[in-house]
């Protein structure tokens, strides 16, 4: 059978001649109006941007190449005896467009424990850091530090042809999604445990050996990671991450330096930060309290607090979801099917009844539902992975999955240089006054 890169060329090269055959004839066709107040309004609701990988519904969550988590979770190969998809598989489906077999997932493992070799110079970059760097940081130097591997970079200093630029995005991201988990693992147990670093296991799954060399060995914490990376690792192609990654790529940054970009953006607070924001304000809450399993009312009274304060109510709204997010969900079955009784789980499902309707009342939140941050926090401290400042590092190792992959399509399909209009506000005045 033809490898994944001979697989994901035949692909590109066919939807690649679609889309010329439907430009060629529909090039002109109108897809919607902009207002003046999208364009003041972080262009919420305007389309301007192809990502192939996956698609947001604002009712009904993400679907991944068609495919809705829960289908995913059904569909897609697991670990021997495991019961939640391995993120090798979902990387499949989006850069190929196809369901995996078994035998594909075992090949993207093999390929990328093949190319998971991380050069001794990035370890030295993140050891020039301070240890109380936050993570994000660390892992950001990191990446960049990475960038000296490029393919990309090095045949386009040689004079790479157009043609030829998938090929060479393909290769870094592989590698670069390979070395992840290792560099990541090392930010961990530098800064948390006395720098008690551990080998990579090369009989163990991408997400499995990641747990393992974080130091957990719990073959249902082992489940968590994989679910974990499954369903963090892409949500269409606005979001701050997924669109600073394309934006950057489209200036023929090689994916280090555009990765580097994105994981910038998600270690926003409205955006990957969230995760550990969440955390941290139920701790608070907690030690504020004086109590382990916070009442309803206490809750009530804590958000109405955190809101008079002019605060955001961390891992709660989203900028296209209308509803609960299928993300949360996912971890919420989790956490019903193996630790129930987790006191601070269990707060998360108390925030969960009390928070939409506060928010709702307030009449201008659009969204009052948790997304996938109010989540996750909780099910990685059952575990003993407290540390809430490395939280984000595991959703951009997850999220690297996603915006690669369409980094990849990006250059296959020939996507050029994105440069959108911007105005100034003198402008908008000239253009009412001739209204
Ligand atoms: N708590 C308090 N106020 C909130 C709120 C929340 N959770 N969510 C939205 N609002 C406020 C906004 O701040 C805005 O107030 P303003 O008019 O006074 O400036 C108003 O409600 C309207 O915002 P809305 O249109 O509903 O939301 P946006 O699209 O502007 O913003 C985010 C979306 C996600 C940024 C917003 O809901 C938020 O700040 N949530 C908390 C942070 C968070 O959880 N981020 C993670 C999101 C995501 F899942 C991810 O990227 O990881």
Not at 98 to 108: F, G, N, S, Y
Not at 181 to 187: G, K
Not at 259 to 272: D, F, I, Q, R, T
Not at 282 to 294: D, S, T, Y
């Amino acid at each position: 059978m033809a490898n994944t890169k001979e697989r994901f060329k035949e692909k590109a090269d066919g939807v690649a001649a679609e889309i010329k055959d439907i430009l060629k004839e529909h090039g002109s066709k109108k897809i919607g109006e902009v207002t003046l107040s999208q364009i003041y309004q972080g262009m919420r609701g305007i389309t301007g941007l192809v990502t192939e990988t996956s698609l947001l519904d604002a009712q009904e969550g993400i679907r991944f190449r068609g495919f809705s988590i829960p289908e995913l979770q059904q569909k897609l190969p697991k670990a021997n005896g495991g019961t939640e998809p391995l993120p090798e598989g979902l990387f499949h489906l989006m850069l190929l467009g196809e369901l995996p077999t078994e035998e594909d997932v075992h090949d993207i493992t093999a390929n990328w424990q093949r190319r998971s070799h991380v050069p001794n110079h990035v370890f030295a970059a993140i050891e020039a850091l301070p240890k109380d760097s936050h993570p994000m940081t660390q892992f950001v130097i990191a990446i960049m530090a990475l960038q000296t591997e490029s393919k990309f970079a090095d045949r386009y200093a040689k004079g790479m042809a157009k043609k030829d630029y998938w090929e060479a995005v393909f290769d870094d991201s592989m590698d670069l999604i390979a070395r992840l988990p290792r560099v990541a693992a090392y930010i961990y147990r530098r800064k948390y445990k006395d720098e008690d670093h551990i080998h990579p296991d090369g009989l163990l799954d991408w997400a499995g050996n990641f747990a393992h060399m974080l130091g957990y060995e719990d073959e249902t914490f082992r489940e968590l990671m994989r679910l974990y990376m499954t369903i963090h690792a892409d949500h269409e192609g606005g979001n701050v991450s997924a669109h600073t990654t394309h934006l950057v790529g489209s200036a023929l940054s090689d994916p280090y330096l555009c990765l580097a970009a994105g994981m910038n953006g998600l270690a926003g607070p409205l955006h990957g930060l969230a995760n550990q924001e969440v955390i941290k304000w139920i701790l608070e809450m907690r030690e504020e309290l004086g109590v382990e399993l916070p009442s309803s009312a206490q809750i009530d009274a804590y958000v109405r607090k955190t809101l008079s304060e002019g605060r955001v109510v961390p891992g709660y709204g989203h900028a296209v979801l209308r509803k609960t997010d299928p993300r949360f969900s996912a971890q919420m079955a989790f956490g019903k099917r193996h630790l129930p009784d987790d006191p601070l789980v269990q707060t998360v499902w108390n925030i969960y009844e009390t928070v939409p309707p506060i928010l709702q009342s307030l009449g201008k939140i659009k969204n009052p539902w948790p997304n996938v941050d109010a989540h996750s926090g909780a099910l990685l401290v059952h575990y003993g992975l407290v540390e809430y400042e490395f939280y984000t590092v595991l959703f951009g190792v997850s999220r690297a999955l996603g915006v690669l992959a369409s980094l990849c399509w990006d250059r296959a399909l020939g996507f050029p240089l994105e440069r959108p209009k911007s105005v100034t506000t003198e402008l908008v005045k000239d253009w009412l006054k001739g209204e």
